[in-house]
């Protein structure tokens, strides 16, 4: 095979390359939308559940949450999250149950490093920086609001 | 009166999944058109949440969307920001170092135990 047919060859593998994802794009954000909408969905029945027992929407909201992450640990547990993940992508990862997912993941993953250093340490690996980001824009965000309501004065 | 609840009900979990699916739908959009990585994704939506919760807009989806806004992490970081605010009323100045668990406490803890749990018990596929 000569040089310039080589580079005709790549030339050609470049253009389907930029042809061919748009479909596989398309196909990714249904399976997104369906799996993200089917977890919220178990979501709304969890929340319906605890809404009648809970007295007020704050405790709703966070033992509906937490009922969630314990859903997600468990199927991580079984593995039944990482076929979730791998198709439905950003589906599974954007609920809380895909928050649950990478704590349990990483625990388990790095449980062989040891339960102090290994699970201990690297459990938050990408929940930390969840917790973190989410802790300091609330906070910036809390103090300015309290003090344009004058709610700290 | 039970036939209208039970229609209510029906109309709540459509709303939940179409906003839901939709909060996913975006990020699997931002994921494919962008080199940002699923962490990256997951602490921008906190982030968004957040503002969005501190501005009070959030509360206003998840008043019509239920589950279909509490349950992506936009709706963690709404309740981070949403305890604070309810701590600051509550306490003053202490809520804005109490708060951030107030709601997602549950959860953080859930994510421990569940996560400490399934670790020992089970080991990841190869």
Same mark, same amino acid.
């Given at each position: 095979? $000569?040089?310039?047919?080589? $580079?005709?060859?790549?030339?050609?593998?470049? /253009?389907?390359?930029?042809?061919?994802?748009?479909?596989?794009?398309?196909?990714?954000?249904?399976?997104? *939308?369906?799996? +993200?909408?089917?977890?919220?969905?178990?979501?709304?029945?969890?929340?319906?559940?605890?809404?009648?027992?809970?007295?007020? @929407? /704050?405790? %709703?909201?966070?033992?509906?949450? &937490?009922?969630?992450?314990?859903?997600?640990?468990?199927?991580? +547990?079984?593995?039944?999250?990482?076929?979730?993940?791998?198709?439905?992508?950003?589906?599974?990862?954007?609920?809380?149950?895909?928050?649950?997912?990478?704590?349990?993941?990483?625990?388990?993953?790095?449980?062989?490093?040891? !339960?102090?250093?290994?699970?201990?340490?690297?459990?938050?690996?990408?929940?930390?920086?969840?917790?973190?980001?989410?802790?300091?824009?609330?906070?910036?965000?809390? *103090?300015?609001?309290?003090?344009?309501?004058?709610?700290?004065? | 009166?039970?036939?209208?609840?039970?229609?209510? @009900?029906?109309? $709540? !979990?459509?709303?939940?999944?179409?906003?839901?699916?939709?909060?996913?739908?975006?990020?699997?959009?931002?994921?494919?058109?962008?080199?940002? %990585?699923?962490?990256?994704?997951?602490?921008?939506? %906190?982030?968004?949440?957040?503002?969005?919760?501190?501005? +009070?807009? !959030?509360?206003?989806?998840?008043?019509?969307?239920?589950?279909?806004?509490?349950?992506?992490?936009?709706?963690?970081?709404?309740?981070?920001?949403?305890?604070?605010?309810?701590?600051?009323?509550?306490? +003053?100045?202490?809520?804005?170092?109490?708060?951030? *668990?107030?709601?997602?406490?549950?959860?953080?803890?859930? &994510?421990?135990?569940?996560?400490?749990? /399934?670790?020992?018990?089970? @080991?990841?596929? $190869?």
């Amino acid at each position: 095979m $000569d040089k310039a047919q080589q $580079d005709q060859n790549a030339k050609y593998q470049q /253009m389907v390359k930029e042809a061919t994802p748009k479909p596989e794009h398309r196909k990714n954000i249904v399976l997104a *939308f369906l799996t +993200g909408g089917i977890i919220c969905t178990i979501g709304q029945a969890v929340f319906n559940l605890f809404s009648k027992i809970e007295p007020t @929407r /704050m405790e %709703t909201t966070g033992t509906t949450q &937490a009922t969630m992450i314990a859903l997600g640990a468990i199927a991580t +547990g079984l593995g039944f999250y990482d076929w979730l993940a791998e198709h439905g992508g950003m589906g599974a990862a954007i609920p809380i149950t895909g928050f649950s997912n990478t704590v349990t993941a990483a625990a388990m993953e790095f449980k062989r490093e040891g !339960y102090i250093l290994g699970m201990g340490a690297k459990m938050f690996v990408v929940a930390g920086p969840v917790l973190v980001y989410g802790i300091l824009s609330s906070f910036i965000i809390s *103090f300015f609001w309290a003090v344009l309501t004058g709610t700290l004065l | 009166m039970v036939a209208f609840e039970k229609e209510g @009900r029906t109309v $709540d !979990y459509l709303k939940a999944f179409l906003v839901g699916g939709t909060i996913c739908a975006i990020a699997q959009i931002i994921y494919d058109n962008t080199k940002l %990585t699923p962490a990256h994704i997951l602490v921008a939506f %906190t982030v968004v949440g957040a503002i969005l919760g501190g501005l +009070g807009i !959030y509360e206003s989806l998840a008043q019509f969307a239920g589950a279909g806004a509490i349950i992506p992490v936009s709706g963690f970081g709404n309740a981070i920001v949403t305890g604070m605010m309810s701590e600051i009323k509550r306490l +003053g100045w202490e809520g804005l170092f109490t708060g951030a *668990f107030e709601i997602t406490g549950l959860g953080v803890t859930t &994510a421990v135990v569940f996560g400490s749990l /399934m670790a020992v018990l089970f @080991r990841p596929k $190869d």
